[in-house]
T-cell receptor, first 116, second 115 residues
């Protein structure tokens, strides 16, 4: 079974600083990976996804992520944090089985705080 | 239109009440999902409907009863809930449940409190 870990349940950065949120996956097959953001009291919004086309994936709101097979990682970055980036971020891997269809496996999440 | 809508936004119910959560999408998606999310946790899958048929039930107690009246609507009927069922209930949809490449679109959720 595939799984996702996110190192750091809480990350704090200063406004304007680099944002780095870590995601590592375990998978025996090429993974399909997603980053979602959840603002307080809201649903999840897709930031970006990796589906094996390009290893560097650009998403919305200035975020990007790089797939590194050798490190089994898909870390999320943003060059300059903005106050509005404060939210919960979930990394997810998508897999399937013949009887199950698509299954999203979410990581535990990382809460990003942005300090003024 | 890439929006999934959910009503109500908030719901408080007693343990003997019967209530329903509603979800709607107009993206032509053929898969719809119910998730339960506890505070500071990731969403947990409850049910999957694919082409209006229940495809997956993640061993959810029978006090939760899903219904898919048509391809755009998804309901979750609630009866005799327990306080531990208090959570954010998220609806999501995707074009097709069989493809691992496709993202799921989430609604804003219903915050349920069981008293």
């Amino acid at each position: 079974a595939q799984s996702v870990t996110q190192l750091g349940s809480h990350v704090s950065v200063s406004e304007g600083a680099l944002v780095l949120l870590r995601c590592n996956y375990s998978s025996s097959v090429p993974p399909y990976l997603f980053w979602y953001v959840q603002y307080p009291n809201q649903g999840l919004q897709l930031l970006l996804k990796y589906t094996s086309a390009a290893t560097l994936v650009k998403g919305i709101n200035g975020f990007e992520a790089e797939f590194k097979k050798s490190e089994t990682s898909f870390h999320l970055t943003k060059p300059s944090a903005h106050m509005s980036d404060a939210a919960e971020y979930f990394c997810a891997v998508s897999d399937s089985s013949p009887n199950y269809g698509q299954n999203f496996v979410f990581g535990p999440g990382t809460r990003l705080s942005v300090l003024p | 239109d890439t929006e999934v809508t959910q009503t109500p936004k908030h719901l408080v119910m007693g343990m003997t009440n019967k209530k329903s959560l509603k979800c709607e999408q107009h993206m032509g998606h053929r898969a719809m999902y119910w998730y339960k999310q506890k505070a500071k946790k990731p969403p947990e899958l409850m049910f999957v409907y694919s082409y209006e048929k229940l495809s997956i039930n993640e061993s959810v107690p029978s006090r939760f009863s899903p219904e898919c009246p048509n391809s755009s609507l998804l309901n979750l009927h609630l009866h005799a809930l327990q306080p531990e069922d208090s959570a954010l209930y998220l609806c999501a949809s995707s074009q097709d449940h069989t493809s691992v490449l496709l993202e799921q679109y989430f609604g804003p959720g219903t915050r349920l409190t069981v008293t």
